[in-house]
C-alpha cells in the first residue's frame, strides 16, 4: 500500500513540476541542473568551474541530486509526502541502473553521469537514507547523532566527487574529504540556524543548548540576545573548525602530494573555502550567529576560491 501511494505521488510529483520533461533534451536537463545550482548553491556554482571539462555535466548532476534531496524538507507539508518522494528517488536509482531512467531533468543527468563514469550507488542511496531519516527526526539530540548525519551526506558526498575524479582509492582524500564533510554540515546549520529559529526549530543538537542553559523560546524570540546561545554557537562552531583543521592536517602529512592536494583533487576541496570563511567571520562577531553581516556575500570568497585552487590549500 505504502509502495503504491509513493508511486502515486511520485507521478504527481513529477507531472506537477516537470510536466515536459518528456521532452526535455540532453541540453536542457544539463541546464536545468546547473541553474539549479547556480540558483540554490552559489558557493557550489562557484568551484565549478575548477572541475575538468569534460565532468563539470556530471558535478552538475550531482550537486543538483544533492540540492534537490537537502530540499525536500523544507518542500513538504508532512512526513509522508516527504518520504514519497525519497522513494521516488530510490526507485530513480534501481532504473538508472537498469537504463531506463525517469523523465525527470536530475535523473536524466545522473544516467549520463554514469554512462561517463563510475558512481558507487551505495553512497547515492546512502544520502537519500539520511535524508529520508531527518524528515522523522529533524533535530539531533546528540553530537554523535549529527556527527553519523554528517558523514551520511556531507561527507558521503565527498566521496562520490573523489569517486567522480578517479581518486576514491586514496586513503589521505578520502579521510580528509570525511572530516571536511563534517565541518561542512555544521557551517550550514550555523548560517541557517537565524532562518530556522524564526520558524520556531533549534538546529544546534540539545546536548550543546542544555549544556550551555540555552531557552530554545528565548532564542525564537530574542535570537542573539538569548542567554547561553552564544556560548552554544561557539562550542559548535570550536569542532565544525577541529575537523576543518584536521582534514588540512592530513593532506599536510601525506609526503607523496607535497603536502598539498594533488592537483585532480583541488576542486574538491575548493569547497572548504566558504565554511573556513564563514567560521572566520563568525569568530569576527564573537559568535553572534545572528549579525546581520553574516547574512551576506563576501568579496573574498571568489578570490580565496581562486588562490585555494591555485595554492592546492585550504
Known sequence: MLRSSASRASKAYKSLRFASSSTTGRGDYGTYCSDLVRHRDYEAYLTSYFYPRELKSTYYA????????ASVQEAVSNTMIGKMRMQFWRDALKNIADQNPPKHPIALALYDATQKVKLPSYHLKRIIDARDAELENPTHLTMDSLLAHAES???TFNY????????SSSETLSHAGSHLGVSQTIATLLRSLPYHAHKGKMVIP???TAKHGVNQEEVFRYGGEAKGIDDAVFEFATVAN???ITAREMVKADSTSGGKVPDRGRPVFLSAVPTALYLERLEQVNFDVFHPSLQLKTWKLPWRVWTGYYSGRF
Open 160 to 167: 562520490l566527487l573523489l569517486s567522480m575524479l578517479s581518486l
Open 242 to 244: 577541529d575537523h576543518l
Open 206 to 208: 540539545a546536548e550543546l
Open 153 to 155: 551526506t556531507s561527507s
Open 62 to 69: 550531482l550537486r543538483a541530486f544533492y540540492v534537490e534531496l
